[in-house]
């Protein structure tokens, strides 16, 4: 009895030193990490930076991971190159610190027009939106609506990502990407004014259903822009 007592604490030490081992050689490894979860973070995790990450022609990949290991060490450089190629095939979700730590020197092997493509499309994600529910006639339509979807467009002028998001990608407010962002929002403001002016043809159309005698039809009609939505309750004059 004694002797298997023995056999077991010696097993036990033997687990104990190679899961030391395992952490040492792989530091960001999620194997003995119950706290790291590998469900991305809804709010660093966007869908468009993943693809960006995974997209990166085989070169940048190279210059993107020396600078990981220049910055983070040989092994969790290693840790992350076997990860990247398990990332792309699906095998397995980012981590949330891998992923990060790749954040951080991403920009470095991206275009400025990828870094324009990534800036839109985190300003209209994260962004804060604005959501109106309005009530108007064919006759008072542009009266009332017109004072409102002004109000959305100015928006677009003063429209700001979240601090924790520029915390994390300080990249973004950099020099060149504030100049992109101002040519951002006077581009979101034009594409606002440009569906404005489409909207007396479209009314002309709902106001030909609306006045089909035999019909009772109720009309809503949603109004989206990259920072708010408005949606219309329609009746006949």
Same mark, same amino acid.
């Given at each position: 009895?004694?002797?298997?007592?023995?056999?077991?604490?010696?097993?036990?030490?033997?687990?104990?030193?190679?899961?030391?081992?395992?952490?040492?050689?792989?530091?960001?490894?999620?194997?003995?990490?119950?706290?790291?979860?590998?469900?991305?973070?809804?709010?660093?995790?966007?869908? +468009?930076?993943?693809?960006?990450?995974?997209?990166?022609? =085989? &070169?940048?990949? *190279?210059?993107? #991971?020396?600078?990981?290991? /220049?910055?983070?060490?040989?092994?969790?450089?290693?840790?992350?190159?076997?990860t990247y190629r +398990?990332?792309?095939?699906?095998?397995?979700?980012?981590? =949330? &610190?891998?992923? *990060?730590?790749? #954040?951080?020197?991403?920009? /470095?092997?991206?275009?400025?027009?990828?870094?324009?493509?990534?800036?839109?499309?985190?300003?209209?994600?994260?962004?804060?939106?604005d959501n109106y529910?309005?009530?108007?006639?064919?006759?008072?339509?542009?009266?009332?609506?017109?004072?409102?979807?002004?109000?959305?467009?100015?928006?677009?002028?003063?429209?700001?990502?979240?601090?924790?998001?520029?915390?994390?990608?300080?990249?973004?407010?950099?020099?060149?990407?504030?100049?992109?962002?101002?040519?951002?929002?006077?581009?979101?403001?034009?594409?606002?004014?440009?569906?404005?002016?489409?909207?007396?043809?479209?009314?002309?159309?709902?106001?030909?259903?609306?006045?089909?005698?035999?019909?009772?039809?109720?009309?809503?009609?949603?109004?989206?822009?990259?920072?708010?939505?408005?949606?219309?309750?329609?009746?006949?004059?």
């Amino acid at each position: 009895m004694g002797i298997i007592i023995l056999l077991i604490l010696i097993a036990l030490i033997v687990v104990a030193l190679i899961a030391l081992i395992f952490r040492e050689v792989f530091p960001e490894s999620n194997f003995l990490s119950p706290r790291r979860s590998i469900k991305p973070d809804p709010k660093f995790h966007n869908s +468009k930076l993943v693809g960006v990450l995974l997209g990166l022609e =085989t &070169q940048a990949v *190279e210059e993107l #991971l020396a600078l990981y290991k /220049k910055e983070f060490g040989r092994g969790a450089a290693h840790y992350a190159r076997k990860t990247y190629r +398990k990332w792309k095939t699906g095998e397995v979700r980012p981590v =949330t &610190q891998t992923y *990060e730590r790749f #954040l951080v020197h991403l920009p /470095k092997v991206m275009s400025y027009d990828l870094k324009c493509e990534v800036l839109r499309a985190f300003m209209e994600e994260y962004a804060a939106k604005d959501n109106y529910e309005l009530k108007v006639s064919t006759d008072d339509w542009e009266e009332k609506l017109t004072p409102l979807v002004r109000q959305i467009i100015d928006k677009t002028y003063t429209a700001q990502l979240p601090s924790e998001i520029e915390r994390k990608l300080r990249w973004l407010g950099d020099g060149d990407m504030q100049l992109a962002q101002d040519i951002l929002r006077r581009s979101q403001a034009e594409e606002g004014r440009i569906a404005v002016s489409m909207l007396k043809e479209e009314f002309a159309n709902i106001e030909k259903l609306l006045a089909e005698t035999h019909l009772k039809p109720k009309v809503t009609h949603e109004l989206k822009f990259p920072y708010g939505t408005i949606t219309l309750f329609i009746k006949r004059r």
